[in-house]
């Protein structure tokens, strides 16, 4: 399905920092290894509660994945509240993300789970609980301590053509027409208002 490839691809658009060396270190001795099923947990409990948080934690993963990578640089308020974030992002999934964090990182004796990570399997388990199928996330990105750099000029536009649109995202390393399909598809979850929706 479309929301598996989403958040499989937007989750390996950009390298973790040190890539291998983390993946490795998590391997040999995990921070926190309680950290899925709390993060599991919590959602599945916020989706009894509001079931528009699966497209709000897509939307907000995109996102942060799209600009410079996974970074969880969309949590910070220079980037989360400028245009086109501002007012866009959903506040109660911005809100669950951060009562994940303060969760995780108190059971887990500090911040050794980064908010990327936490966005990743939060986002993860969200689609799950739609209907696909579990897939694996590896742990290990690190979190960006500034904003991404404009934003408005690197996410794509709702108006933008599809060559404009294939041309963003080659540049971004996705030069295949499959991602984005998935990652323009993954955006179907939720509602949309008719102004927003056009032939071509």
Do not use: W, Y
Request: hydrophobic share 45%.
């Amino acid at each position: 399905g479309l929301l598996l490839a989403a958040v499989s691809t937007a989750a390996a658009m950009a390298p973790m920092d040190g890539d291998d060396l983390l993946v490795d270190l998590q391997l040999q001795q995990d921070p926190c290894p309680q950290v899925e099923d709390m993060v599991r947990s919590a959602v599945q409990a916020a989706l009894r509660r509001n079931i528009q948080l699966t497209a709000g934690l897509l939307r907000i993963f995109f996102h942060d994945c799209f600009p410079q990578g996974c970074d969880a640089s969309v949590l910070l308020a220079g980037e989360r509240d400028v245009p086109p974030n501002g007012g866009s992002l959903q506040p109660e999934a911005l809100q669950l993300i951060e009562d994940i964090r303060r969760e995780v990182h108190g059971k887990c004796g500090g911040p050794k789970v980064s908010c990327a990570d936490i966005l990743a399997l939060a986002t993860r388990d969200a689609v799950v609980a739609a209907g696909l199928p579990f897939f694996p996330i590896p742990r290990g990105r690190m979190d960006s301590r500034a904003p991404a750099p404009d934003v408005l000029r690197n996410l794509p536009s709702p108006f933008a053509s599809v060559d404009e649109l294939l041309d963003l995202f080659r540049r971004k390393g996705l030069a295949d027409p499959a991602d984005l399909v998935a990652l323009s598809g993954g955006h179907t979850v939720g509602k949309a208002g008719c102004g927003v929706i056009r032939g071509n």
